[in-house]
């Protein structure tokens, strides 16, 4: 047996023919993705997999690949990205306004753009410090989340930075759209965080796990729904979406943490309403303190306005 990639089905390849679908997340040809079944290679939720058998939104694909030669990484090919936007760009870092459906960089199973291949597209070099695979790259946002993010340029920007974040002397701020309203309408969640115990893609609030906290305050309420304004402690994946679910006022148009599906479509909202709205660090050239902001995305913006009506 040789590396085993555990991977969630997205949405996209519901209904989509096994070798079809792994042939897509994993960047294979279909007639070796065809060999592995046949080989006994691929399951789903613990079941061996023809390569004609149908997958299933958020069941659960295994592949046993053959051993390589040598080690491998995921390149980021320049890539053209629609949306992305150089928000500021000097010597040491480049800021960018993360569009949605776009990950911060290559990753087993993700064939889509990414930050870093957007930037490659634009002619922005970055710091070769870190993994192949995510140079540059000192946080991240997820695929659904749009907004502010930073990467570094030079390899003293990337120390200064992958410290600061991992100090917490970055300032993050988010704005959500919650089910609700939150009582208080001005609190703190603190409360760990680990991998949900049943389900792999998600993450719950769990006893032992990592330290996580984040404070939020309401910026405005509607019939259905409440605006608020989120600063992160710590950053931890799916950090904001665990802790207001974990409040019972998920972030709308996030089904994964228990959102209401009606309430998106009324809004014509297909992913969650969560922006990194701020981003606030010492410049690793100066260590003068800058902040940058990004403006809400066109499909934020208009279901705010179908709320307020």
């Known amino acids: ?17 096994v070798d079809a679908g792994l042939s897509r997340l994993l960047g294979l040809s279909r007639t070796a993705v065809a060999t592995l079944a046949e080989e006994g290679r691929v399951a789903v939720d613990g079941q061996a997999a023809g390569k004609s058998d149908r997958l299933v939104a958020g069941s659960w694909l295994e592949v046993d690949l053959p051993e390589r030669d040598g080690p491998t990484t995921i390149a980021a090919p320049p890539e053209v990205v629609a949306g992305l936007t150089i928000l500021h760009e000097d010597d040491d870092v480049v800021v960018v306004d993360k569009p949605v459906g776009v990950a911060a960089h290559p990753s087993p199973g993700w064939t889509g753009p990414t930050v870093l291949g957007g930037l490659g597209a634009l002619g922005v070099r970055v710091s070769t410090a870190g993994a192949a695979e995510r140079q540059g790259i000192v946080h991240r946002l997820d695929v659904g989340t749009t907004g502010v993010m930073v990467v570094a340029k030079s390899e003293h920007a990337y120390s200064v930075l992958k410290r600061a974040f991992k100090e917490r002397t970055v300032e993050k701020r988010y704005h959500a759209v919650v089910q609700g309203h939150p009582d208080p309408s001005r609190g703190t969640v603190d ?6 115990p049943k389900h792999d893609h998600k993450w719950a609030v769990v006893a032992g796990g990592r330290p996580s906290v984040t404070h939020y305050d309401t910026i405005e309420a509607f019939r259905a729904a409440s605006l608020l304004d989120i600063r992160l402690e710590t950053g931890r994946t799916h950090q904001i979406r665990v802790h207001m679910a974990a409040l019972r006022h998920p972030c709308v148009g996030d089904p994964t943490y228990g959102a209401d599906p009606v309430l998106a479509k009324r809004l014509r909202l297909g992913r969650q309403w969560l922006h990194a709205r701020e981003l606030g660090f010492d410049h690793p050239a100066d260590y003068r303190w800058v902040t940058f902001t990004s403006p809400y995305p066109a499909d934020l913006a208009r279901a705010l306005d179908l709320l307020r009506e």
């Open 191 to 196: 409360a760990p965080i680990d991998r949900h």
């Open 1 to 17: 047996m040789g590396d085993t990639r555990r991977l969630p089905v997205p949405d996209g390849l519901d209904g989509m023919r």
